[in-house]
T-cell receptor
């Protein structure tokens, strides 16, 4: 089952914050977050493993709530370089194959 | 530098022709994957391989074939049976504790 991401798109001014959510109908072993800039390949940002430990990458952090079967990605004090499409990926079992959400397009304007 | 290479970056073919996309990694990863991405869409898994000489179908394997004869290489053939082959094709590999995936730069295939 493909995870569900929300919102589909968000427009921010530089310095503003945003939250992207990723939820699953099945129990999650882990949640991966990737960012893809236009015309480029996705780039790995971080992985959240069972245990709820919050991870960070620059001013981008994420949390993982196993009970709610969801993860949230926090873009804090957004920069122009944060623009792109963010995908969450979840493994259907304990191994590495991922199912990706449909993506959230983020546009950061000056 | 370790990484994943895909070639070519752009590929043009006539309908009815098979075409093979190259994917090579020097990250010493066991697992490799092929994804298809259509404009404005997410990533759909075509095939994946956990180990040399073994591979499994993903969600949209029809019209595609792969081989995994070497750990470093996982080529994808788009056959003439694939109805809508024009897309952005991404290869990835994983091998870390959490199986985080690292992507190659992609190949844009256009079939006319």
């Amino acid at each position: 089952q493909q995870p569900v991401q929300s919102p589909q798109a968000v427009i921010l001014r530089e310095g503003e914050d945003a939250v992207i959510n990723c939820s699953s109908s099945k129990a999650l072993y882990s949640v991966h977050w990737y960012r893809q800039k236009h015309g480029e390949a996705p780039v790995f940002l971080m992985i959240l493993l069972k245990g709820g430990e919050q991870k960070g990458h620059e001013k981008i952090s994420a949390s993982f709530n196993e009970k709610k079967q969801q993860s949230s990605l926090y873009l804090t004090a957004s920069q122009l370089s944060y623009s792109g499409t963010y995908f969450c990926g979840t493994p259907p079992d304990s191994w590495g194959k991922l199912q990706f959400g449909a993506g959230t397009q983020v546009v950061v304007t000056p | 530098d370790g990484g994943i290479t895909q070639s070519p970056k752009y590929l043009f073919r006539k309908e009815g022709q098979n075409v093979t996309l190259s994917c090579e990694q020097n990250l010493n990863h066991d697992a490799m994957y092929w994804y298809r991405q259509d404009p404005g869409q997410g990533l759909r898994l075509i095939y994946y391989s956990q180990i040399v000489n073994d591979f499994q179908k993903g969600d949209i394997a029809e019209g595609y074939s792969v081989s995994r004869e070497k750990k470093e290489s996982f080529p994808l053939t788009v056959t003439s049976a694939q109805k809508n082959p024009t897309a952005f094709y991404l290869c990835a590999s994983s091998g870390g504790e959490g199986y985080e995936q690292y992507f190659g730069p992609g190949t844009r295939l256009t079939v006319t």
